[in-house]
Each structure stands twice: as structure tokens, then as C-alpha cells.
């Protein structure tokens, strides 16, 4: 399962949406210009990236 969302946010904030078993993590940098996806399913760790200026990825447990 893909879940594909693109949110703009005027503050740069990080929030985390649960949906059922999934874990996604949002985290907003700079002018938050870029949005990092990263999904959680079971053991396996999908990272989705919508990079539009550098991106730096920090594992989160």
C-alpha cells in the first residue's frame, strides 16, 4: 500500500499520522519546501521521497 500526500505548511512542523498498522512520518524543513514520507509496515521500512531542495534523512524510531 502507497499512500501519496502532499501537504504545504506555512510553519515548518513535524507530524505523525497513524493510519491502521501504518506509521507515516512527515517532516518539514527549512521553508518546508520538500516533504519527506516515511512509511513504517511490520519490520520492513519504506522511504518515500518529494525532495525540492536538499534533503537530509534521519531514521526514527
Known amino acids: 500500500m502507497i499512500f501519496a ?3 504545504i505548511k506555512s510553519n515548518c ?3 505523525i ?4 498498522k501504518i ?8 521553508n518546508c519546501r520538500y ?4 512509511i513504517n509496515l511490520k519490520s520492513s521500512t519504506t522511504r518515500i521521497l ?6 537530509v534523512i534521519s531514521h526514527d524510531s
Open 17 to 20: 499520522l497513524k493510519i491502521k
Open 50 to 55: 518529494q525532495p525540492l531542495d536538499s534533503v
Open 23 to 30: 506509521k507515516i512520518n512527515y517532516l518539514f524543513y527549512g
Open 35 to 38: 516533504l519527506i514520507n516515511m
Open 13 to 15: 512542523k513535524r507530524e
Open 5 to 7: 500526500i502532499d501537504l
